[in-house]
């Protein structure tokens, strides 16, 4: 499932499994290898067979943190179980550029997370999906204008002014230049995007090749809310530059993916944001309401529950 390490210990790493097929994380085993509490997460293994491992992002001469590996417990199975979850501060992140199987282009995707409505912050950027490949595309000099990416964001930061409603943490999508809460009409605030607070939050970014959607409930109980489905963000109503950036012209519709995955930052290297990261997939492609509705109750099934 993930790979912990010990920089203290000469990089010394074991890979964390599952117990049992389709189960758990072997918190046991993480415990005994990490009993110094000195272990950083360095690699999350794709599940697919793609083998898309995100690990620390190091890009464009940034070198982002990794994640303490013993930081964050959490409860699942209704409270039988104890995992660990990822706790991220400013400056951790990860990445993988050389991906296989990622969308790119205006090719249509969807994208789910498990995150935390308790641990957030407006800085830019937690992430989590599809974005620019910094080998192929140095930040400095790449392109980096409006629909270069299309991930989840997760937090209250009001770019440029845009918002939902109330104070937030809102899901939301930053599809680069940008993130937003709604768009059409809706780009700059969307007063249908209500707060999501709880300990677990389920998220989704629906990516179409002529729109998009935003869900959002709670991990552990319910439905999800649609918290946006249309069109994409008007172009210049909240951006700098006019979408232009290194020579390159931006625009929302259609996008221009990259296929790169990250996780924690943004996709130009911007890592002040924090946030809790619990478990997460790309698919390729538009899931229905039906598929949606029973991702939601696979989530559920895990039984999310925090120590006291």
């Known amino acids: 499932l993930y790979c912990v390490t010990r920089p203290a210990a000469g990089n010394a790493s074991v890979d964390v499994k599952a117990r049992a ?20 997460i360095s690699k999350i293994y794709d599940q697919s067979p793609r083998g898309n491992h995100l690990v620390q992002r190091i890009s464009d001469g940034v070198v982002h943190k990794m994640v303490p590996a013993s930081r964050h417990k959490i409860s699942v199975a209704g409270g039988a179980e104890q995992v660990y979850g990822m706790w991220f501060d400013p400056g951790h992140g990860y990445h993988q550029d050389m991906t296989s199987g990622i969308v790119k282009g205006n090719d249509p995707e969807s994208i789910y997370a498990v995150m935390s409505g308790t641990h957030f912050n407006g800085d830019c950027c937690f992430d989590y999906g599809n974005s620019e490949n910094t080998t192929a595309q140095p930040v400095g000099t790449g392109d980096y204008a409006c629909g270069a990416m299309e991930a989840i964001y997760f937090g209250n930061a009001h770019w440029m002014g845009n918002s939902g409603a109330g104070t937030g943490p809102w899901v939301g999508a930053d599809f680069e230049s940008g993130m937003y809460f709604g768009g059409g009409n809706q780009t700059k605030i969307n007063p249908l995007n209500t707060p999501l607070t709880s300990d677990f939050v389920s998220l989704h970014v629906k990516g ?12 552990t109980k319910g439905t999800w809310k649609t918290m946006y489905d249309g069109p994409r963000p008007i172009k210049g ?14 625009t929302y519709q259609p996008m221009r993916k990259q296929g790169a995955i990250i996780l924690g930052t943004g996709g130009d290297n911007s890592n002040g944001a924090v946030g809790n990261f619990y478990e997460g997939f790309m ?9 949606d509705a029973k991702i939601q109750e696979n989530i559920i099934g895990v039984g999310y529950g925090t120590l006291h």
Do not use: E, I, Q
């Open 283 to 291: 698919a390729t492609g538009v899931t229905s309401d039906a598929t």
């Open 208 to 219: 179409r090749t002529d729109g998009f959607a935003l869900k959002g409930g709670d991990a």
């Open 237 to 250: 109503v909240s951006n700098p530059n006019g979408c232009h950036w290194h020579g390159f012209n931006g």
């Open 21 to 40: 097929p389709g189960g758990f994380a072997d918190a046991a085993a993480h415990d005994s290898f990490c009993a110094a509490k000195d272990c950083v």
